[in-house]
């Protein structure tokens, strides 16, 4: 899952990037609404933190800007303490949630695993297909109850394709959703991790489809 920070307070922009990283997500920041308008019209994002009071472009200006754009990703605004003005002018211009400040670090996280798994139709933080389960709260998966030790680019790709189960996807939208715009992408990375990603699971979950892509989905019963 890669996600969008937009917030100019430098040192909250970085608390905010290092705890979505060490979440396991992949995360492009902006410092003003100009760069975050563009980032979120030109890089495909599965969620975006975004704060409403930015030099340049203000946030409720940046979101309707995507909107118009016809970008649907889900968008967590965050506002000021006492003002609801924000907060409706938020939700108006197309916002999904928000988080008032100063806010702890665990809520936002939380906020942000609930869009992501709504926005994928998935109505709790444990994602299952077949004998594997993977919690998003805790970032951690499990095969047949047996816990396995993934890194984080596989864990990412994992969640990525549970997250979207049932459904092919390409190579490309696995390049796209899984780095940051600072990683050297290249797509025949992604055929190695799913080797590896493979080998550890054990089960056979995640199928090639030749020339599309891949699909996760629950094996067929022996
Ligand atoms: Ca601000």
């Known amino acids: 899952m890669r996600l969008l920070v937009v917030e100019d307070d430098k040192d909250l922009n970085r608390q905010i990037v290092t705890a979505l990283e060490n979440a396991g997500y992949a995360v492009d920041k902006a410092f003003d609404g100009e760069e975050g308008l563009y980032l979120g019209e030109t890089e495909p994002y599965d969620a975006v933190i975004l704060d409403l009071g930015l030099p340049k472009v203000d946030g409720v200006a940046v979101l309707q800007g995507w909107r118009r754009a016809g970008k649907a990703m889900p968008v967590l605004i965050l506002t000021a303490r006492d003002r609801w003005s924000d907060k409706v002018g938020g939700f108006d211009a197309g ?12 809520e936002l996280l939380a906020r942000v695993r609930a869009l992501l798994r709504r926005a994928a139709g998935h109505a709790t933080s ?17 095969v047949d109850g047996n816990p396995v030790k993934l890194t984080s680019h596989e864990y990412r790709l ?32 992604i055929e190695v991790f799913v080797g590896r990603l493979r080998k550890k699971l054990g089960v056979e979950v995640i199928e090639t489809v030749r020339g599309l892509g891949y699909i996760c989905a629950a094996p067929a019963k022996a």
């Not at 988080?99 to 702890?104: A, C, D, R, S, W």
């Not at 444990?126 to 499990?142: F, I, M, N, Q, Y």
């Not at 990525?160 to 050297?184: A, I, K, N, W």
Request: hydrophobic fraction near 35%; charged fraction near 30%; proline fraction near 3%.
């Open 95 to 106: 916002a999904d949630d928000y988080v008032t400040k100063p806010f702890h670090v665990e």
């Open 126 to 142: 444990e994602l299952v297909c077949g004998p594997v389960r993977l919690d998003t709260r805790a970032s951690r998966v499990v």
């Open 158 to 189: 994992l969640a990525y394709l549970m997250h979207h189960q049932g459904r092919v996807v390409s190579r490309t939208e696995l390049v796209e959703h899984l780095y940051d715009q600072d990683f050297d992408r290249d797509s025949n990375t």
